[in-house]
């Protein structure tokens, strides 16, 4: 076997080692790519500008927004004892400085005690103020001694266009603050309430809405309240693409009677009238409008001299007044009637066109106010 002398080794050492320090820049280039590189991490402010926005009205409006809690009693059938347990969450946001809290009615419905969790981890007890189930709204009030949070500026619902971004902020599945986006699909929507009456006028949104987020509020890109969040429609339960919103108008106008009555206060005209009959009968005539069946003892209508239908002498039906129009607006149902009526204040003034035994004339008429559970 051949063996190197020490001064031989030395040299050829010495030849390794001048070679590996010229060969170090090509092998680093090489092991690079295997290596993991930290990267220069860009400035908030490289954020498209529509980024930037939607964060600041997350940020600005989360603290507005309140988390809710309910529970409901439950009776033991053996025992006969009543247990409090844990029955739903939902969503809402701060409407005033006095501590109101706007929701659905059915994130409250039928339960026994609501708590409002705040954004900063407080939780308060809260009473029920005030409910209206046929608008699906609901008004809570918690008492916060410091740190108030600020009430969501108000905007408005009847200017909204389809295809305006929306973003909606809740508590989908318990999960707290989710903001979700999207665009106003369609306008003025239909649908059946927890009582079977018709909630109308609802915004139609493709923003992501599951349970949780009722009672939430909808945004516009500004940043201004333009609805609650209140339903879905989906064959599965969970968000399918369509959601709805209650607009903020309809809110405007039913909150305040809630905060004040703890019930809406309906406009009334004080008549009884039915679609099917007004349809069966007016159809035959050419006709669309409300037939007045009878006209209620001490009523607006009474006083305003509406006439009811009466059956005559000989077995005859003399048909009462025909609604037409309120305000010149047109009217083909009783919801339609019910609906414009809503949208005047108690004790105003509208003016009622009527087909009177085939004579159209116009009448003024003082809305009386009746409250609905």
């Known amino acids: 076997m051949r063996s190197f002398t020490l001064p031989r080794f030395l040299l050829w050492f010495a030849v390794f080692l001048l070679l590996a320090l010229a060969l170090r820049p090509w092998v680093e280039d090489v092991l690079i790519g295997f290596r993991a590189v930290p990267r220069a991490i860009a400035p908030r402010g490289d954020l498209g500008g529509d980024e930037q926005t939607t964060i600041a009205i997350f940020e600005a409006s ?215 009959i007004s349809e069966r009968v007016l159809g035959q005539l050419g006709h669309s409008g409300v037939l007045v069946l009878q006209v209620e003892p001490g009523s607006a209508a009474e006083q305003a001299g509406l006439r009811g239908t009466k059956a005559e002498r000989g077995g005859g039906i003399a048909l009462g007044d025909i609604i037409l129009a309120v305000n010149d607006q047109p009217v083909d149902s009783l919801g339609k009637l019910i609906d414009l009526l809503e949208r005047h204040q108690v004790g105003t003034q509208v003016i009622l066109t009527l087909d009177r035994a085939g004579e159209t004339r116009q009448v003024g008429v003082v809305l009386q106010g009746r409250k609905t559970p």
């Open 62 to 276: 989360t603290p507005s927004v309140v988390y809710i809690t309910t529970t409901a009693q439950v009776l033991d059938i053996w025992t006969r004892d009543i247990t409090e347990i844990p029955r739903g969450t939902g969503s809402g946001f701060v409407w005033d400085d006095q501590g109101h809290i706007v929701t659905n009615y059915h994130v409250i419905k039928g339960v026994r005690s609501a708590r409002v969790g705040l954004w900063d981890q407080r939780t308060y007890d809260a009473d029920l103020v005030g409910a209206s189930p046929e608008h699906d709204l609901a008004v809570l009030r918690i008492r916060v001694p410091t740190s108030r949070p600020m009430p969501l500026p108000i905007g408005t619902s009847q200017d909204l266009r389809v295809g305006q971004k929306v973003l909606a902020i809740g508590n989908p599945f318990g999960l707290d603050y989710s903001l979700t986006t999207g665009v106003i699909s369609a306008l003025d929507r239909t649908i059946q309430g927890d009582k079977g009456q018709s909630i109308q006028h609802l915004i139609q949104t493709d923003a992501a809405i599951n349970p949780g987020n009722s009672g939430g509020p909808l945004l516009d890109s500004a940043g201004r309240l333009i609805g609650i969040n209140t339903a879905i429609f989906s064959p599965s339960g969970a968000f399918a693409g369509i959601g709805f919103a209650v607009p903020v108008d309809t809110v405007n106008r039913v909150v305040p009677e809630l905060i004040a009555h703890g019930l809406f206060q309906r406009p009334t005209l004080g008549i009884k009238a039915d679609d099917a």
